[in-house]
């Protein structure tokens, strides 16, 4: 079956940058859009950024995230990151990487899920 597997989180200070990767198996990667969403304690799951290979790699960005957030891929490595420059406390949260047919900001869209990965900011 299709695997999503993030890495790249961690424990990191305010202004540091970090790049998520999210590895995909079992899966056409260009046939695909690639997202990422996060979810910060007590508050529901919030769309990132999402790019599709489809048409002209086009890509978007939640409220507010554009500017700090780039989200890119490597087809050779069916590989998706999300780079996040100037980090926040507010952008601590687990960060899950989804595959799904159609370039969507709502998560019910994306059919394959990752498990996460926690991005702590300390100030």
């Known amino acids: 079956q299709v695997q999503l597997v993030e890495s790249g989180g961690g424990l990191v200070q305010a202004g540091d940058s970090l790049r998520l990767t999210c590895v995909a198996s079992r899966l056409t990667f260009e046939t695909y859009s690639m997202a990422w969403f996060r979810r910060a304690p007590g508050r529901k799951r919030e769309f990132v950024a999402a790019?599709?290979?489809?048409?002209?790699?086009?890509?978007w960005y939640g409220d507010s995230k554009k500017g700090r957030f780039t989200i890119s891929t490597n087809n050779a490595k069916n590989t998706a990151y999300l780079q996040i420059n100037n980090l926040q406390r507010d952008d601590s949260a687990v960060y899950y990487c989804?595959?799904?047919?159609?370039?969507?900001?709502?998560?019910?869209?994306?059919?394959?899920w990752g498990q996460g990965t926690q991005v702590t900011v300390s100030s």
């Open positions: 790019i599709t290979l489809m048409t002209d790699s086009d890509s």
């Open positions: 989804a595959a799904g047919r159609i370039l969507s900001i709502l998560e019910e869209n994306y059919e394959h």
